[in-house]
């Protein structure tokens, strides 16, 4: 059936095609167009593109950006924009004022301003989104105003080191917008400030890194002492998911994620906290700080906590399938993505944690990776708690089975040598035991304060893979669990632990402890795993 189009709609249409046809791409750098982007920002129209050549420094670049649709971006590597002193308006380097901006691939450093509040981006229009950007060591990366129109979107970029030092200044600021989304990202080492934080009505906050270094570890940029690794400090609907959190020993603020803590004013007041790794390396404080005065429980789901410190503040949050650990080297700290070691504690045992009262799917689709990048989070069939799915995990986690053991204070007593779980419905914290162990948080440490806990251990014999057909794939080695877990075999069985290039083998008998004791360390300093092939 053919369908004629309404005045209006051509009308509309046409000036589409107009618009499309009448866009322009301004070059910038050595022998270009334009020598510096501002040059090329003040003969822009709207909707026009700016290319400036990337391997360059433009020193003292400060303008505002005023034209609306604009999209500029970095070609041939990224470019660095040094504000070398200079600012626009009092406010920082680039001040956006236009709306339905881009910027992608750009790397801006030295915002300052006379007032100690300046920012690399200072956010003042409707409608914005950052990709691929490396801002640091200016006095806020972005800073945005008040807009409850403007959603914004940032992904792929890394903020380092921002901050005046006074504590009101950060990595990123984000005003009252309608909407924050923030994936993908690197935030760390804020100087006194938080790594981000955001007054957003709803924030997405998915598969990002935060994380701060210590003082004389190697980084991109100077080691730095953050308040909270993520502020919401309105509440808001927020669904915080997929991320890797860590809070240095070295900090300004003892809480990690602060929720309405200035006053639950945003219309929303539901926190999802799902499948985040969570590292305290700090001697205590709170994981999870949610103020008195937001109503809505918090769901907090399939998280894997490390470190000393309360969980949650608030008494009604929802804990469903977390886990705790007290040991600091719990969490791969060779690759930078702080990966759990695997357990069956970890791997598996994640649920479905449903739908947002908005109707948005919870459970993770992607997961972080080194430097502000991601990947799709690989789809096993059954979901690892934490912010990865533990490598190679085997689908036999599926089948683990625990059998209490003891109540608290008890000793839990059984054959072999087995995974124990300690805690409540909701939290527990594991340890490798042989024979015995007594049920009690000087063992264990505390996963769920001020709740009555058990023991149970993990049934070996519901959990042991089937021994593979003998084929020409029989040869194959096949994940059985990660460092610090058992492999849960029965028989004789040639166990191989290491990396892919670096492992020792043995014959071993039964359910086998995957770790340096048993094997000796064959890659220092590196994840490893165990597998394993049927018979001698």
Avoid at 391 to 417: D, I
């Amino acid at each position: 059936m053919h369908i004629v189009p309404s005045p209006i709609f051509a009308m509309l249409l046409a000036a589409a095609v107009s618009a499309s046809a009448s866009a322009a791409t301004l070059s910038v750098g050595p022998g270009k167009a334009f020598s510096a982007p501002c040059a090329a920002v003040a003969a822009a129209r709207d909707g026009d593109t700016i290319e400036i050549e990337g391997g360059t420094t433009y020193k003292g670049d400060a303008c505002k950006i005023a034209r609306n649709g604009l999209t500029i971006r970095g070609v041939n590597g990224r470019p660095r924009i040094d504000a070398a002193g200079k600012e626009n308006g009092g406010k920082g380097t680039w001040v956006v004022t236009g709306n339905d901006i881009v910027v992608d691939n750009v790397e801006m450093t030295g915002a300052k301003v006379a007032d100690q509040n300046g920012a690399a981006l200072r956010l003042e229009g409707t409608n914005f989104t950052l990709r691929h950007g490396f801002l640091h060591d200016n006095e806020n990366g972005i800073l945005s105003g008040h807009n409850e129109n403007s959603d914004i979107l940032i992904e792929y970029t890394e903020f380092g080191h921002n901050g005046f030092g006074d504590g009101q200044t950060h990595n990123l600021y984000i005003g009252k917008a309608r909407s924050l989304t923030f994936r993908y990202n690197y935030s760390h080492d804020a100087n006194v400030g938080h790594n981000l934080k955001s007054r957003a009505m709803t924030n997405t906050i998915v598969y990002n890194r935060f994380s701060s270094t210590n003082p004389g570890d190697k980084g991109s940029t100077a080691s730095g002492q953050p308040s909270y690794e993520i502020d919401l400090p309105n509440a808001g609907t927020s669904y915080v998911i997929g991320n890797v959190i860590q809070q240095p020993a070295a900090n300004q603020n003892p809480s990690i994620v602060a929720y309405g803590e200035e006053g639950a004013t945003n219309p929303g007041q539901d926190l999802y906290f799902v499948n985040n790794t969570v590292v305290n390396d700090f001697a205590g404080g709170t994981f999870l700080f949610v103020s008195g005065k937001v109503s809505t429980p918090a769901l907090i789901q399939n998280n894997i906590f490390v470190g000393n410190g309360t969980l949650s503040t608030q008494s009604s949050a929802i804990l469903k399938n977390n886990y705790r650990a007290f040991a600091a080297d719990f969490a791969d700290r060779s690759t930078g993505s702080l990966r759990r070691f695997a357990s069956a504690l970890v791997i598996g045992a994640g649920t479905d944690p449903g739908k947002s009262a908005a109707g948005v799917a919870l459970a993770p689709t992607g997961q972080y990776k080194d430097v502000a990048s991601g990947e799709g989070r690989p789809a096993s069939g059954v979901l690892d708690l934490g912010a990865f799915e533990v490598p190679g995990a085997p689908a036999r986690a599926k089948a683990v089975a625990w059998t209490e053991c003891a109540a608290e204070s008890k000793v839990c007593r059984f054959s072999g040598t087995r995974e124990v779980r300690f805690g409540s419905e909701g939290v527990y914290t594991s340890k490798i035991v042989t024979a015995s162990t007594p049920c009690t948080t000087a063992v264990f440490g505390d996963p769920a304060r001020g709740l009555a806990k058990s023991c149970s251990y993990a049934d070996v014999t519901t959990a042991a893979p089937a021994a593979p057909a003998k084929t020409a794939a029989a040869s194959a080695w096949t994940p059985c669990a990660g460092e610090g877990a058992i492999c849960l075999l029965s028989g004789t069985n040639r166990v191989r632990y290491g990396t892919e290039t670096k492992n020792v083998t043995k014959v071993l008998t039964g359910p086998v402890t995957c770790s340096n004791a048993t094997f000796g360390d064959p890659a220092h300093g590196s994840l490893k795993t165990c597998s394993y092939r049927a018979g001698r």
